[in-house]
Protein backbone atom coordinates (compact mmCIF):
# COMPACT_ATOMS: atom_id res chain seq x y z
CA UNK A 1 0.00 0.00 0.00
CA UNK A 2 1.21 3.33 -0.99
CA UNK A 3 -0.15 7.22 -0.37
CA UNK A 4 0.78 8.15 -3.87
CA UNK A 5 1.56 6.11 -7.31
CA UNK A 6 2.44 8.22 -9.75
CA UNK A 7 2.06 6.39 -12.97
CA UNK A 8 4.02 7.80 -15.72
CA UNK A 9 8.46 7.95 -15.27
CA UNK A 10 7.94 10.98 -17.74
CA UNK A 11 8.99 15.01 -16.96
CA UNK A 12 5.55 15.65 -15.07
CA UNK A 13 5.35 11.83 -13.33
CA UNK A 14 8.85 12.52 -12.23
CA UNK A 15 8.63 15.68 -11.02
CA UNK A 16 5.43 15.01 -9.50
CA UNK A 17 6.93 12.32 -7.28
CA UNK A 18 9.81 14.12 -6.42
CA UNK A 19 8.21 17.04 -5.13
CA UNK A 20 5.29 15.50 -2.78
CA UNK A 21 8.24 13.60 -1.55
CA UNK A 22 9.92 16.36 -0.62
CA UNK A 23 6.78 17.99 0.50
CA UNK A 24 6.17 15.28 3.15
CA UNK A 25 9.10 12.75 3.25
CA UNK A 26 6.86 10.18 5.25
CA UNK A 27 4.89 9.27 2.30
CA UNK A 28 5.61 6.35 0.71
CA UNK A 29 5.36 7.28 -3.25
CA UNK A 30 5.65 5.06 -6.00
CA UNK A 31 6.35 5.70 -9.73
CA UNK A 32 5.28 2.79 -12.32
CA UNK A 33 6.28 2.88 -15.46
CA UNK A 34 6.02 0.85 -18.80
CA UNK A 35 9.03 0.93 -20.27
CA UNK A 36 12.31 -0.43 -19.27
CA UNK A 37 13.83 2.83 -18.11
CA UNK A 38 12.67 6.07 -17.22
CA UNK A 39 12.68 9.21 -18.54
CA UNK A 40 12.59 7.76 -22.27
CA UNK A 41 10.70 10.16 -24.06
CA UNK A 42 12.79 13.19 -22.29
CA UNK A 43 15.95 11.55 -23.87
CA UNK A 44 14.52 12.76 -27.24
CA UNK A 45 13.62 16.03 -26.57
CA UNK A 46 15.50 18.81 -28.57
CA UNK A 47 17.47 16.20 -30.61
CA UNK A 48 19.05 14.87 -27.27
CA UNK A 49 19.96 17.83 -26.14
CA UNK A 50 16.91 18.31 -23.56
CA UNK A 51 15.36 21.92 -24.51
CA UNK A 52 13.97 21.99 -20.60
CA UNK A 53 11.82 25.22 -20.92
CA UNK A 54 12.11 28.67 -22.25
CA UNK A 55 12.57 32.10 -20.32
CA UNK A 56 9.16 33.21 -22.36
CA UNK A 57 6.90 30.23 -21.34
CA UNK A 58 4.68 32.76 -18.73
CA UNK A 59 3.81 34.85 -22.35
CA UNK A 60 3.37 31.75 -24.59
CA UNK A 61 0.23 31.03 -25.94
CA UNK A 62 -0.57 27.63 -24.73
CA UNK A 63 -3.87 25.70 -26.17
CA UNK A 64 -6.55 26.29 -23.06
CA UNK A 65 -4.28 29.12 -21.78
CA UNK A 66 -6.70 30.42 -19.26
CA UNK A 67 -6.19 26.62 -17.32
CA UNK A 68 -2.57 26.65 -18.03
CA UNK A 69 -1.79 30.34 -16.69
CA UNK A 70 -3.35 28.87 -13.41
CA UNK A 71 -0.50 26.88 -12.82
CA UNK A 72 2.65 27.95 -14.72
CA UNK A 73 2.81 31.04 -12.70
CA UNK A 74 2.91 29.06 -9.47
CA UNK A 75 5.90 26.80 -10.33
CA UNK A 76 7.39 29.46 -13.11
CA UNK A 77 11.04 28.83 -15.24
CA UNK A 78 12.73 30.57 -12.23
CA UNK A 79 11.32 28.11 -9.97
CA UNK A 80 11.76 25.56 -12.39
CA UNK A 81 15.71 26.14 -12.93
CA UNK A 82 16.11 26.56 -8.97
CA UNK A 83 14.60 22.52 -8.50
CA UNK A 84 17.24 21.16 -10.98
CA UNK A 85 19.90 23.53 -9.26
CA UNK A 86 18.59 21.60 -6.28
CA UNK A 87 19.55 18.47 -7.50
CA UNK A 88 22.80 19.41 -9.47
CA UNK A 89 21.88 20.34 -13.20
CA UNK A 90 23.08 23.33 -14.29
CA UNK A 91 21.50 25.15 -17.54
CA UNK A 92 22.30 27.58 -20.73
CA UNK A 93 19.91 30.19 -22.28
CA UNK A 94 20.63 30.56 -25.88
CA UNK A 95 19.79 34.22 -28.04
CA UNK A 96 16.02 32.41 -28.62
CA UNK A 97 14.79 31.78 -24.69
CA UNK A 98 15.41 28.61 -25.04
CA UNK A 99 17.04 26.19 -21.97
CA UNK A 100 19.29 23.37 -22.07
CA UNK A 101 21.26 21.81 -19.60
CA UNK A 102 24.88 22.95 -19.24
CA UNK A 103 25.95 19.36 -20.40
CA UNK A 104 23.99 19.83 -23.64
CA UNK A 105 22.58 16.80 -23.29
CA UNK A 106 19.31 15.27 -21.92
CA UNK A 107 21.34 12.03 -20.42
CA UNK A 108 21.99 14.49 -17.73
CA UNK A 109 18.58 15.46 -17.12
CA UNK A 110 17.25 12.05 -16.61
CA UNK A 111 20.52 10.84 -14.48
CA UNK A 112 19.87 13.39 -11.65
CA UNK A 113 16.29 12.81 -11.69
CA UNK A 114 16.64 9.17 -11.54
CA UNK A 115 19.32 9.96 -8.20
CA UNK A 116 16.89 12.01 -6.61
CA UNK A 117 14.27 9.81 -6.64
CA UNK A 118 16.82 7.17 -5.23
CA UNK A 119 18.23 9.44 -2.80
CA UNK A 120 14.73 10.13 -1.40
CA UNK A 121 13.52 6.37 -1.05
CA UNK A 122 11.04 6.67 -3.88
CA UNK A 123 10.07 3.32 -5.14
CA UNK A 124 10.53 3.14 -9.01
CA UNK A 125 9.01 -0.02 -10.90
CA UNK A 126 9.58 -0.44 -14.52
CA UNK A 127 8.23 -2.39 -17.54
CA UNK A 128 4.93 -2.73 -15.83
CA UNK A 129 1.92 -1.42 -18.11
CA UNK A 130 -1.30 -0.68 -16.05
CA UNK A 131 -4.02 -1.05 -18.21
CA UNK A 132 -7.26 -0.12 -15.63
CA UNK A 133 -7.39 1.84 -11.96
CA UNK A 134 -10.30 1.34 -9.77
CA UNK A 135 -11.38 3.36 -6.94
CA UNK A 136 -12.24 1.69 -4.06
CA UNK A 137 -13.75 3.47 -0.95
CA UNK A 138 -10.96 5.18 0.22
CA UNK A 139 -8.26 3.84 -2.47
CA UNK A 140 -7.25 3.11 -5.49
CA UNK A 141 -6.39 -0.25 -7.30
CA UNK A 142 -4.15 -0.29 -9.85
CA UNK A 143 -3.85 -2.77 -12.11
CA UNK A 144 -5.84 -5.22 -9.78
CA UNK A 145 -2.30 -5.64 -7.72
CA UNK A 146 -1.29 -2.02 -6.79
CA UNK A 147 -2.80 0.15 -4.03
CA UNK A 148 -2.87 3.99 -3.11
CA UNK A 149 -4.55 6.90 -1.43
CA UNK A 150 -3.52 8.95 -3.87
CA UNK A 151 -2.94 8.64 -8.15
CA UNK A 152 -1.25 10.82 -10.14
CA UNK A 153 -1.79 9.89 -13.82
CA UNK A 154 1.57 11.44 -15.98
CA UNK A 155 1.49 8.35 -18.46
CA UNK A 156 1.93 11.36 -21.47
CA UNK A 157 -0.15 11.54 -24.71
CA UNK A 158 -0.04 9.38 -27.90
CA UNK A 159 2.78 11.37 -29.52
CA UNK A 160 6.18 9.21 -30.20
CA UNK A 161 4.19 5.66 -28.88
CA UNK A 162 7.87 4.12 -29.27
CA UNK A 163 9.07 6.23 -26.43
CA UNK A 164 5.88 5.13 -24.40
CA UNK A 165 3.14 7.56 -24.48
CA UNK A 166 0.30 4.83 -26.19
CA UNK A 167 -2.78 6.91 -25.07
CA UNK A 168 -3.75 4.02 -22.55
CA UNK A 169 -3.93 6.99 -20.47
CA UNK A 170 -7.20 8.40 -22.25
CA UNK A 171 -8.09 5.14 -22.04
CA UNK A 172 -8.38 5.17 -18.13
CA UNK A 173 -9.53 8.39 -17.81
CA UNK A 174 -12.46 7.46 -19.65
CA UNK A 175 -13.19 4.64 -17.84
CA UNK A 176 -13.04 6.60 -14.88
CA UNK A 177 -15.57 9.07 -16.28
CA UNK A 178 -13.81 11.89 -17.57
CA UNK A 179 -13.98 13.25 -21.05
CA UNK A 180 -11.37 12.81 -23.32
CA UNK A 181 -11.09 15.40 -26.22
CA UNK A 182 -10.15 13.95 -29.88
CA UNK A 183 -6.18 13.45 -29.41
CA UNK A 184 -4.70 14.61 -32.53
CA UNK A 185 -0.50 14.86 -33.72
CA UNK A 186 0.62 18.34 -32.88
CA UNK A 187 4.09 19.55 -33.68
CA UNK A 188 4.20 17.36 -36.63
CA UNK A 189 5.52 17.67 -40.43
CA UNK A 190 3.28 19.41 -42.82
CA UNK A 191 2.52 17.53 -46.12
CA UNK A 192 1.63 19.20 -48.98
CA UNK A 193 1.07 17.54 -53.21
CA UNK A 194 3.00 20.58 -54.08
CA UNK A 195 5.57 19.48 -56.86
CA UNK A 196 7.70 22.64 -56.47
CA UNK A 197 7.38 22.04 -52.92
CA UNK A 198 8.97 18.47 -53.19
CA UNK A 199 11.47 19.86 -55.58
CA UNK A 200 12.90 22.02 -53.09
CA UNK A 201 13.99 18.70 -50.99
CA UNK A 202 16.92 19.48 -48.00
CA UNK A 203 16.75 23.32 -48.33
CA UNK A 204 16.33 25.33 -45.42
CA UNK A 205 16.04 28.68 -45.11
CA UNK A 206 14.68 30.91 -42.21
CA UNK A 207 11.21 32.52 -43.09
CA UNK A 208 7.57 33.64 -41.55
CA UNK A 209 4.84 31.75 -42.45
CA UNK A 210 0.98 33.28 -42.12
CA UNK A 211 -1.63 29.85 -41.70
CA UNK A 212 -5.19 29.86 -42.79
CA UNK A 213 -8.07 27.59 -43.17
CA UNK A 214 -10.49 28.49 -45.84
CA UNK A 215 -9.67 32.18 -46.09
CA UNK A 216 -9.22 32.69 -42.95
CA UNK A 217 -6.28 33.73 -41.27
CA UNK A 218 -5.91 31.70 -38.25
CA UNK A 219 -2.42 32.43 -37.13
CA UNK A 220 1.16 32.81 -37.60
CA UNK A 221 4.83 30.94 -37.34
CA UNK A 222 8.09 32.11 -37.70
CA UNK A 223 11.62 30.25 -37.85
CA UNK A 224 13.52 27.60 -39.66
CA UNK A 225 11.66 26.15 -42.36
CA UNK A 226 13.33 23.02 -44.14
CA UNK A 227 11.79 21.51 -47.48
CA UNK A 228 11.37 18.04 -47.79
CA UNK A 229 10.44 15.45 -50.33
CA UNK A 230 6.75 14.79 -48.56
CA UNK A 231 6.39 18.96 -47.60
CA UNK A 232 7.31 20.94 -45.16
CA UNK A 233 9.28 20.50 -41.45
CA UNK A 234 11.45 22.61 -39.16
CA UNK A 235 10.41 25.21 -36.37
CA UNK A 236 8.02 27.02 -38.13
CA UNK A 237 6.34 24.51 -40.38
CA UNK A 238 5.39 22.53 -37.00
CA UNK A 239 4.65 25.53 -35.10
CA UNK A 240 2.01 25.84 -37.91
CA UNK A 241 0.95 22.54 -38.03
CA UNK A 242 -0.21 22.78 -33.96
CA UNK A 243 -2.63 25.45 -34.99
CA UNK A 244 -3.89 23.76 -38.47
CA UNK A 245 -4.38 20.33 -36.89
CA UNK A 246 -7.77 20.56 -35.78
CA UNK A 247 -8.85 21.79 -39.31
CA UNK A 248 -7.23 19.39 -41.60
CA UNK A 249 -9.57 16.71 -41.80
CA UNK A 250 -12.69 19.25 -43.22
CA UNK A 251 -10.94 22.42 -44.59
CA UNK A 252 -8.80 23.21 -46.85
CA UNK A 253 -5.96 24.93 -45.60
CA UNK A 254 -2.67 25.99 -46.52
CA UNK A 255 0.26 28.34 -45.47
CA UNK A 256 1.65 31.74 -46.99
CA UNK A 257 5.57 31.80 -46.58
CA UNK A 258 7.55 35.01 -46.39
CA UNK A 259 11.26 33.52 -48.01
CA UNK A 260 12.74 36.77 -47.22
CA UNK A 261 11.68 38.32 -44.39
CA UNK A 262 14.85 40.62 -44.29
CA UNK A 263 13.82 42.57 -46.76
CA UNK A 264 10.43 44.24 -48.00
CA UNK A 265 8.42 43.38 -51.58
CA UNK A 266 10.05 46.91 -52.68
CA UNK A 267 13.63 46.26 -51.51
CA UNK A 268 13.33 43.02 -53.23
CA UNK A 269 12.34 45.12 -56.39
CA UNK A 270 15.30 47.15 -56.03
CA UNK A 271 17.75 44.23 -56.02
CA UNK A 272 16.12 42.72 -58.81
CA UNK A 273 16.54 45.86 -61.02
CA UNK A 274 19.97 46.14 -59.95
CA UNK A 275 20.59 42.68 -60.96
CA UNK A 276 19.37 43.42 -64.58
CA UNK A 277 21.15 46.89 -64.92
CA UNK A 278 24.73 44.65 -64.04
CA UNK A 279 24.12 41.64 -65.85
CA UNK A 280 21.04 41.70 -68.57
CA UNK A 281 22.05 38.31 -70.30
CA UNK A 282 21.88 36.54 -66.96
CA UNK A 283 19.62 33.64 -67.19
CA UNK A 284 16.56 33.90 -65.13
CA UNK A 285 17.19 30.62 -63.06
CA UNK A 286 19.65 32.98 -61.50
CA UNK A 287 17.65 35.85 -61.16
CA UNK A 288 16.95 35.86 -57.32
CA UNK A 289 20.29 33.98 -56.01
CA UNK A 290 21.70 37.17 -54.36
CA UNK A 291 19.64 35.95 -51.16
CA UNK A 292 17.64 32.83 -52.23
CA UNK A 293 18.96 29.10 -52.86
CA UNK A 294 19.43 28.43 -56.29
CA UNK A 295 16.84 25.43 -56.18
CA UNK A 296 14.36 28.33 -54.60
CA UNK A 297 15.20 30.47 -57.38
CA UNK A 298 14.57 28.15 -59.87
CA UNK A 299 11.63 26.90 -58.17
CA UNK A 300 9.94 30.51 -58.49
CA UNK A 301 11.04 31.16 -61.62
CA UNK A 302 9.06 28.20 -62.92
CA UNK A 303 5.70 29.62 -60.96
CA UNK A 304 5.62 32.79 -62.94
CA UNK A 305 5.90 31.02 -66.02
CA UNK A 306 9.44 31.95 -67.10
CA UNK A 307 11.65 29.62 -68.65
CA UNK A 308 14.73 28.97 -66.94
CA UNK A 309 16.80 30.04 -70.09
CA UNK A 310 15.09 33.35 -70.41
CA UNK A 311 18.13 36.35 -70.74
CA UNK A 312 16.58 38.53 -67.15
CA UNK A 313 16.08 41.63 -68.93
CA UNK A 314 13.56 40.06 -71.15
CA UNK A 315 11.04 39.30 -68.29
CA UNK A 316 8.41 41.23 -68.44
CA UNK A 317 7.01 43.47 -65.41
CA UNK A 318 4.22 41.72 -64.58
CA UNK A 319 6.10 38.61 -64.18
CA UNK A 320 8.93 41.06 -62.59
CA UNK A 321 5.99 41.37 -60.12
CA UNK A 322 5.05 38.50 -59.75
CA UNK A 323 8.58 37.18 -58.66
CA UNK A 324 8.63 39.64 -56.04
CA UNK A 325 5.12 38.69 -55.06
CA UNK A 326 6.34 35.18 -54.74
CA UNK A 327 9.10 36.08 -52.41
CA UNK A 328 6.74 37.36 -50.21
CA UNK A 329 3.90 35.04 -50.35
CA UNK A 330 4.21 31.75 -51.51
CA UNK A 331 1.31 29.84 -50.87
CA UNK A 332 1.56 26.13 -49.98
CA UNK A 333 -1.55 23.80 -49.98
CA UNK A 334 -1.29 21.62 -47.17
CA UNK A 335 -2.71 17.76 -47.79
CA UNK A 336 -2.37 16.96 -43.88
CA UNK A 337 -0.07 15.95 -41.42
CA UNK A 338 2.04 13.44 -40.58
CA UNK A 339 0.84 11.31 -37.87
CA UNK A 340 1.68 10.30 -33.81
CA UNK A 341 4.46 8.33 -34.52
CA UNK A 342 6.90 11.41 -35.43
CA UNK A 343 4.75 14.11 -33.65
CA UNK A 344 6.17 16.20 -30.25
CA UNK A 345 2.88 16.67 -28.61
CA UNK A 346 -0.70 16.01 -28.64
CA UNK A 347 -3.21 17.99 -28.90
CA UNK A 348 -6.56 17.36 -27.19
CA UNK A 349 -7.06 15.04 -24.30
CA UNK A 350 -8.70 15.13 -20.59
CA UNK A 351 -10.97 17.94 -20.86
CA UNK A 352 -9.52 20.61 -18.49
CA UNK A 353 -13.28 21.98 -17.12
CA UNK A 354 -13.36 18.69 -15.23
CA UNK A 355 -9.85 19.46 -13.25
CA UNK A 356 -9.59 21.73 -10.44
CA UNK A 357 -7.46 24.11 -12.23
CA UNK A 358 -5.32 25.34 -8.76
CA UNK A 359 -4.19 21.84 -7.96
CA UNK A 360 -4.89 19.22 -10.57
CA UNK A 361 -6.94 17.14 -8.64
CA UNK A 362 -9.63 15.59 -10.56
CA UNK A 363 -13.61 17.35 -9.55
CA UNK A 364 -14.94 14.18 -10.20
CA UNK A 365 -12.73 11.59 -8.10
CA UNK A 366 -10.95 12.69 -5.03
CA UNK A 367 -7.49 11.77 -4.92
CA UNK A 368 -7.12 11.72 -8.43
CA UNK A 369 -4.57 14.00 -10.35
CA UNK A 370 -3.75 14.31 -13.63
CA UNK A 371 -0.34 16.22 -15.45
CA UNK A 372 1.41 17.03 -18.56
CA UNK A 373 0.05 15.67 -21.75
CA UNK A 374 -3.26 14.37 -20.53
CA UNK A 375 -4.39 17.21 -20.16
CA UNK A 376 -5.77 19.00 -23.41
CA UNK A 377 -2.73 22.10 -22.88
CA UNK A 378 -0.12 22.57 -25.10
CA UNK A 379 2.30 24.44 -27.07
CA UNK A 380 4.58 25.27 -29.42
CA UNK A 381 8.56 24.25 -30.38
CA UNK A 382 10.86 25.70 -28.11
CA UNK A 383 10.76 23.80 -24.35
CA UNK A 384 7.32 25.33 -23.20
CA UNK A 385 5.69 21.89 -23.40
CA UNK A 386 8.58 20.69 -21.13
CA UNK A 387 7.83 23.55 -18.96
CA UNK A 388 4.10 22.41 -18.77
CA UNK A 389 5.17 19.38 -17.91
CA UNK A 390 7.42 20.42 -15.06
CA UNK A 391 4.87 23.04 -13.85
CA UNK A 392 1.46 20.53 -13.57
CA UNK A 393 4.06 17.91 -11.73
CA UNK A 394 4.93 19.92 -9.08
CA UNK A 395 1.75 21.11 -8.63
CA UNK A 396 0.48 17.85 -8.75
CA UNK A 397 3.03 16.50 -6.51
CA UNK A 398 3.01 19.64 -3.71
CA UNK A 399 -1.18 19.29 -3.62
CA UNK A 400 -1.42 15.26 -3.52
CA UNK A 401 0.95 15.80 -0.59
CA UNK A 402 -0.53 17.91 1.04
CA UNK A 403 -4.58 17.54 0.34
Not at 176 to 185: C, D, E, Y
Not at 342 to 359: C, I, K, L, P, Y
Not at 385 to 402: C, H, K, R, V
Request: proline share 3%; net charge neutral; charged share 25%.
Amino acid sequence: MFDIIVLGAGASGIVAAITAKREKPSLRIAIIESMPVIGKKVLATGNGRCNLSNINALKHEYYNKAFATNILPKYDVNKTLEFFNSIGLYTVTDDEGRIYPMSNTATSVVDVLRFECERLGITVITDEKISNIKKNGDFFVLGGRHRAKKVILACGGKASPSQGSDGSGFEILNDLGHTIQKPLPALVQLVSDNKIVRSFKGIRVKGKIKIFAENEEIGKAEGEILFTEYGLSGIASMDAQRILCSHLDNKKCSVVIDLVPEFSKEEIRQRINSTISNNPALKSENLLIGFLPKKISKGLIKCAYVKDNTPINEISEDNLQKICDLCKSFRVYISASKGFENAQVTRGGADVSEFDANTLESLKIKGLYVTGELLDVDGGCGGFNLQWAWSSGMTAGENAANI
